[in-house]
């Protein structure tokens, strides 16, 4: 017999969305330490076409996350360095096998 199963809320899943967030929002703070997250992203296609993604991403500064004050900011950021770590990963031909 299977056991019943649980209740995504109590994991922060969405019935209708998983694990992405109910509103399509995903700002991070707008204070200037999170600015350079927000460029890069911004100027995503750009930097790709001039293949300068990786060395971009290589110069950033290592931030750390106790400016994310709510879990609204932190799902944001979550899923801005996700975007651009695959955007890292596959930026160029060949794939990156690290990231720095």
Known sequence: MLED?????DYDVSSTTGF???DVALDLP???YYAQWTYVTR???SL???KCLRTTID???VLTSDRLTTLSQQRAAYSTLAFLAHAYLWAEHPPAKVMR
């Open 43 to 45: 100027s995503l296609p």
């Open 59 to 61: 110069r950033l500064d």
């Open 5 to 9: 199963i649980p209740c995504l809320e």
């Open 48 to 50: 790709l076409k001039r």
């Open 30 to 32: 707008p204070e200037p």
């Open 20 to 22: 992405l967030p109910n």
